[in-house]
């Protein structure tokens, strides 16, 4: 079975949700979704590490201990909770070569804003946003690696940047299936899976973002698969 992974934060609870509609909305087979939620990682033990103000969400280093929690040789996806998905995601498996250990955009680029989201500063560092969405090939040697007592010991960096594998042990992604809305022009097709790094519409000062009016939509899609509450 396939799984997606989308990294919780507790100020983005509709960017998760939403992020789920448009995966689940798309598919057109089964895969299991799951939110990656530290409280409950600390609760099961899973994960230790000291709390960081600095992080610029609850999913920072969380996001590694994904092959571990899916428990599988097979391809586990993780995913920023700040996308839009607009295609079934099931693509993304075709072709895939079994021998790489990950898969991911490799992006290249220099932040257009030096702020993000509800005002968290933006950091710049190698491979930014590489980590951003992920396929995690369960079965390699390097992604067997990612242990919980690893994850909540190693360096920020050495996670990030995929020090625990090779660089050519990692497979390259199109674009489009991490499209970092504001740091690329906007296409002239829809990207399968846009990325509100910056801040998406769920925030107040960030209403006019490119692909704003598709997040809005997919919102209320959602919000009409919301039963309403039974009368007192």
């Known amino acids: 079975m396939r799984k997606v992974y989308i990294g919780y934060d507790s100020r983005e609870d509709i960017a998760w949700q939403v992020a789920r509609h448009s995966i689940q909305r798309h598919l057109s087979g089964e895969i299991e979704v799951y939110p990656l939620k530290q409280p409950h990682l600390r609760e099961l033990g899973l994960y230790s590490r000291a709390y960081d103000n600095m992080s610029s969400t609850e999913f920072s280093l969380t996001r590694f201990l994904t092959p571990f929690l899916a428990a599988h040789d ?23 070569d079994r021998t790489k250990a990950l898969y991911c955009v490799q992006h290249d680029y220099t932040p257009a804003n030096m702020v993000k989201m509800d005002g968290k500063e933006q950091t710049v560092y190698p491979r930014k946003n590489w980590s951003s969405f992920m396929i995690f090939n369960g079965g390699h040697p390097d992604v067997k690696k990612l242990v919980p007592e690893v994850v909540n010991a190693a360096n920020p960096a050495w996670l990030h940047r995929f020090e625990w594998t090779t660089d050519d042990m990692l497979g390259k992604l199109p674009l489009e299936w991490n499209f970092l809305e504001g740091e690329y ?36 899609l959602y919000l009409a698969t919301i039963s309403s509450p039974e009368p007192a």
């Open 185 to 220: 022009q906007k296409p002239f097709n829809l990207p399968a899976n846009i990325h509100f790094t910056n801040g998406g519409p769920w925030f107040e000062n960030w209403q006019d973002v490119d692909f704003a009016d598709e997040w809005r939509a997919e919102r209320e």
């Open 74 to 96: 097979g391809w586990t996806i993780f995913v920023d909770c700040d996308v839009l998905f607009t295609r079934d995601v099931n693509e993304i498996f075709e072709g895939l």
